[in-house]
């Protein structure tokens, strides 16, 4: 696992791993990791993630009070005008009283409740006719020692779409090509298509069970790219086959031809006979990916050699 920028092994027993974060101005902050097997297979279990002051970990501590958010549909995202079930579980190590709001986009409350509890878990029903929008459950607990805390939950309504519509193209998932990398990436390929978001540009992944998972969710692809850049010199090469794990590194496959530069020198022109094999290696490539149907020859990049860019 990387944490922090360190690589740290994984073992089938629980270890606590902590790393500093500087945090410079006042911003929001992502945390991200990801785990990687040889294998290619497995499963990483995470729990009691902890965020503290200072320059030294304390023992990991739970809140008094805890609650989840329970639907009938998979993160929380509900269809309007079907049979919706809304919950929260309220897991409190001592009795208190609460107050939970239901917010919407506008900050007006749409739906409040208060409660007590008593150690152990409560259930809250949350009966109402939502309309469409994106709500926040936000619940304040005050204890009996005065102590007072809140959490918040997240739920939307949505009339879904199948991405039928005329102009769902308009709409892109991201430009990135990190998402077929992600747990959840069939996740968010369902719930774009319920929003609308129809295509996926500048195709990294010339994978073709990757473009197979895409179009399974009606999803076109704009483009693939033909061309790998070394990127110490700005060099570029084209490959018949896109490189296992979308690492070169990985691979041992030959290119199909090499940058102009690496075979004439740094300072040469580009010779009509270097662009004639340059036409040839891009039907190859293109050829042996007939799922993607259209190629640019590396997006941003094009502007470092205009030459080869319209070939």
């Not at 990127?231 to 086959?241: G, I, P, S, T």
Request: proline fraction near 4%; aromatic fraction near 14%.
């Amino acid at each position: 696992m990387r944490l922090a920028g360190k690589i740290d092994d994984v073992t089938d027993q629980w270890t606590r791993f902590d790393f500093p974060v500087k945090v410079l101005i006042d911003q929001p902050l992502n945390f991200s990791f990801n785990a990687v097997s040889p294998t290619e297979d497995g499963s990483v279990w995470i729990d009691c993630i902890q965020l503290e002051r200072g320059d030294k970990v304390s023992p990991w501590q739970g809140r008094p009070v805890e609650s989840r958010l329970i639907t009938n549909a998979k993160g929380n995202f509900l269809e309007y005008g079907a049979k919706n079930f809304v919950e929260l579980q309220v897991m409190a190590s001592e009795p208190g009283q609460a107050e939970t709001q239901v917010i919407d986009f506008y900050d007006n409350v749409v739906w409040s409740n208060k409660f007590s509890f008593a150690k152990g878990t409560k259930k809250i029903a949350i009966d109402h006719e939502f309309p469409r929008g994106v709500f926040v459950v936000r619940t304040e607990y005050t204890f009996e020692n005065n102590i007072v805390t809140w959490d918040a939950h997240r739920f939307s309504v949505m009339s879904f779409l199948d991405n039928k519509h005329k102009h769902k193209n308009l709409f892109c998932i991201d430009y990135s090509s990190n998402l077929p990398s992600r747990s959840d990436f069939e996740m968010l390929l369902e719930r774009s298509r319920k929003i609308g978001f129809g295509s996926k540009s500048w195709f990294h992944q010339n994978f073709k069970e990757v473009a197979d998972k895409y179009q399974a969710y009606d999803m076109d692809i704009s483009h693939g790219y033909i061309c790998e850049r070394n990127r110490a010199k700005k060099h570029y090469r084209v490959y018949a086959e896109t490189a296992k794990a979308g690492r070169r590194e990985l691979s041992n496959d030959m290119p199909l031809i090499d940058d102009w530069r690496a075979e004439s020198g740094e300072n040469s022109d580009v010779s009509e006979e270097y662009l004639l094999r340059f036409k040839e290696a891009v039907k190859t490539r293109a050829a042996n990916h007939p799922w993607c149907r259209r190629w640019s020859f590396l997006g941003e990049d094009d502007a470092f050699a205009p030459m080869l860019a319209g070939v």
